[in-house]
């Protein structure tokens, strides 16, 4: 079984920065891929970044540029690096692991910009 702990988000101001942060624990070994996605009130779940265990990323474009993911693979943990956020990148964000074709959610974290 796999878990998934997500921390990091909160309130900010438009054009401030948050760093979210998700820790795996488990049964992960060998190739995988982690991410993060959002989802806002009365909209789908949408993919917001994804990094596989080499390095790759993938970013949505509304998010390029201003977005950065990372991750320790020691400490099986990916983060999410937001700067410059918009009222529009208000969102519940969830962290995502793909490991042997199996998917895992982590429990959501708010994000909310606003003034």
């Known amino acids: 079984q796999v878990q998934l702990v997500e921390s990091g988000g909160g309130l900010v101001q438009p054009g401030g920065s948050l760093r979210l942060s998700c820790a795996a624990s488990?049964?992960?070994?060998?190739?995988?891929?982690m991410g993060w996605y959002r989802q806002a009130p009365g909209k789908q779940r949408e993919l917001v970044a994804s990094?596989?265990?080499?390095?790759?990323?993938n970013y949505a474009d509304s998010v390029k540029g201003r977005f950065t993911i990372s991750r320790d693979n020691a400490k099986k943990t990916v983060y999410l690096q937001m700067n410059s956020l918009k009222p529009e990148d208000t969102a519940v964000y969830y962290c995502?692991?793909?490991?042997?074709?199996?998917?895992?959610w982590g429990q959501g974290t708010q994000v909310t910009v606003s003034s």
């Open positions: 990094i596989t265990s080499s390095g790759s990323t």
């Open positions: 995502n692991l793909v490991v042997r074709g199996n998917s895992y």
């Open positions: 488990g049964s992960i070994s060998g190739i995988y891929v």
